[in-house]
């Protein structure tokens, strides 16, 4: 179980799920379940902590969803 919560995730790995996550909000503003588990469990084990802050935005979209305009203001913020 250690061994599990002291992984680091490869940076190739994030940055591809990042883009799918991306990809898939641009397309319709809608992301998967599936990708938004992909992105949060890279963005929890990056070895940079700017990749961990990151999980605000993944949260709001499991928790809160929100309309695209929403999000944007948000983002502005």
Known sequence: MEELLN???PQEDLERFERKYLH???LDGEVSTE???EYAFCLVRSRYTN???KMDDVI??????LET????TIQKA
């Open 7 to 9: 992984e680091v995730v």
């Open 69 to 72: 305009h929403e999000l944007k």
């Open 24 to 26: 898939e909000f641009e």
């Open 35 to 37: 990708t938004k588990f």
């Open 60 to 65: 709001i979209f499991i928790i809160l969803p």
């Open 51 to 53: 990749d961990i802050r």
